[in-house]
């Protein structure tokens, strides 16, 4: 079978933008078809990520409007809302577009602008895809996240001061990434002493509110290289769901999705995680990582919070681990992150990471929505 | 008031209930009334970063319940943030546990009482 490729990447900064979401995304769109020397009326598909244009802005029908925007009128457009995993979604949309050959060529761009609203109200709208029977008791992201940290810590006996170590190795490679919101280190000491924003849980453990848009352009491998000698091939793909109401999960520090997704990627691409030589993980909070490393099959239920504390996943260690700085530091707009993860492990395969470029022939992306709720496993590697 | 449950006839239980059981597909036929019951706390949190129209700060819980054939999870808001994980905690009736008028959600759309979790001297 024909594989499929990726042949052009790009990022808008992130960070707190003076643009709104259609902007945001004619930015990064354009930026990609550039990047690979494509006019926009050769596209046959168009999706966009995005999670809530509508909710956040009053703007809905962002698909249409991009195409517009971008003059690519005549193209086949789609939304793809898979909240905060929209743009793994996207990527799993757009690559079935070009493996089922209806697309010859398809542009993904996800992104959200976000920043416009309060934090309060911010949350609010990421809250509103629980389950009623959750909602109803005021619960956030970020709360399931402190009772899923305080869980993980009690039951394997982990330090607190090992969740710190992913913020700090997280902000650290962020310093080098251009398009990052924060480009500053913190130590650990900030971390722990931050104010608590859920339970043990505090205010460096969660990524910020972000405005931005990361694009990607796919086509069959069979034609990448009359594109672009800097390409880079979508080897797997997995997508999961987990259960809708969280605490109703068997084991509250197994993420199901990710399990389920992984395990598709891995089939697909018949590589195990030992192959994997660099990997973007859903940082939203910094347990989600050390559970995305362990669910993922790099470590051992349990021992997943060694990883940054022992320097494994730092980017000189052995598996670096969001060398992008993650959402952590890169910053958290819903649709487009999961795009960006696979932008990074792009760059990162093709040899065009610059400061942050680790040794990679094989990348790996997760991108988690909800609270584990739904997941995309990307693995990305480079053409041979 | 009742804090209910629902069990499917082979005997799987749900909070909250659904439109199958999640677990074997089959219809959930009867109901298990936790009200009255004392469960464990399995993990807790106090949310200082609160939505319009919720507490702050907003302790919150999920309590595991035993049940004929099994066990049942159920997450709520606590009474206290004074509170470890173990702790024994039954139900408390709220009638209006967030301002349904302040959020996102459609006032009507769903609920807006339930039960809150407090912790029992043994
Ligand atoms: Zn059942």
Redesign the pocket.
């Known amino acids: 079978m024909d594989r499929v490729a990726v042949i052009g990447a790009s990022m808008t900064q992130f960070g707190q933008r003076n643009a709104w979401v259609r902007e945001l995304l004619a930015e990064a769109g354009e930026a990609c078809l550039d990047d690979a020397g494509v006019a926009a009326d050769e596209l046959d598909h168009l999706y966009v990520s995005n999670m809530a244009s509508g909710e956040f802005e009053g703007q809905t029908g962002i698909p249409n409007a991009l195409a517009h925007d971008l003059g690519a009128i005549g193209a086949y457009t789609q939304r793809v809302d898979q909240t905060s995993a929209s743009g793994g979604a996207g990527v799993y949309a757009a690559w079935q577009s070009v493996a089922s050959g209806a697309s010859e060529l398809t542009m993904l761009v996800g992104g959200e602008k976000m920043t416009h609203r309060s934090t309060a109200d911010a949350t609010d709208v990421i809250a509103s895809l629980t389950h009623p029977a959750e909602y109803k008791h005021g619960v956030t992201l970020p709360s399931f996240a402190g009772m899923t940290a305080r869980h993980y810590l009690e039951t394997y006996d982990a330090p607190r001061e090992s969740l710190a170590s992913v913020a700090v190795k997280n902000h650290r490679n962020g310093v080098d990434n251009p398009h990052a919101q924060f480009r500053k280190e913190v130590d650990a000491e900030t971390v722990l002493e931050s104010p608590i924003v859920a339970d043990p849980l505090r205010l460096y453990d969660f990524c910020p509110i972000t405005d931005g848009s990361a694009a990607l352009l796919f086509c069959p491998e069979s034609v990448a290289a009359e594109y672009t000698d800097d390409y880079s091939v979508v080897s797997g793909i997995g997508g999961a769901t987990d259960t809708h109401v969280v605490h109703e999960r068997d084991d509250p520090t197994v993420m199901g999705g990710v399990v389920d997704s992984a395990a598709d990627a891995y089939e697909m691409s018949g590589l195990t995680p030992d192959d994997v030589d660099v990997a973007e993980l859903h940082d939203m909070f910094t347990i989600l990582e050390v559970l995305q490393l362990e669910d993922l099959g790099f470590f051992e239920k349990g021992e997943g919070w060694r990883a940054a504390d022992e320097g494994i996943t730092t980017r000189d260690g052995e598996l670096p681990v969001n060398t992008s700085g993650g959402l952590k530091s890169k910053g958290h707009p819903l649709g487009a992150s999961g795009v960006a993860q696979v932008y990074e492990i792009h760059r990162q395969v093709t040899g065009d990471a610059g400061d942050r470029q680790v040794a990679a022939d094989v990348g790996l992306a997760c991108n988690v929505g909800g609270f584990g709720n739904c997941v995309t496993t990307t693995v990305v590697e480079a053409a041979e | 008031m009742s804090f209910e449950a629902h069990r499917?006839?082979?005997?799987?239980v749900t909070y909250p209930g659904h439109t199958v059981?999640p677990?074997?597909?089959?219809e959930q036929t009867a109901t298990v009334d936790l009200e009255a019951e004392t469960g464990t706390l399995v993990t807790w949190t106090t949310s200082t970063a609160t939505p319009p129209g919720v507490r702050e700060p907003n302790h919150l819980g999920i309590v595991e319940f035993d049940v004929e054939g099994g066990t049942v999870r159920a997450l709520g808001q606590l009474t206290t943030g004074d509170v470890e994980s173990g702790d024994r905690m039954t139900p408390v009736y709220c009638d209006e546990l967030r301002d349904p008028d302040a959020g996102i959600r459609e006032p009507e759309s769903q609920s807006w009482d339930g039960y809150r979790f407090a912790p029992v001297e043994d």
């Open positions: 499917c006839e082979n005997g799987h059981c677990e074997c597909g089959a």
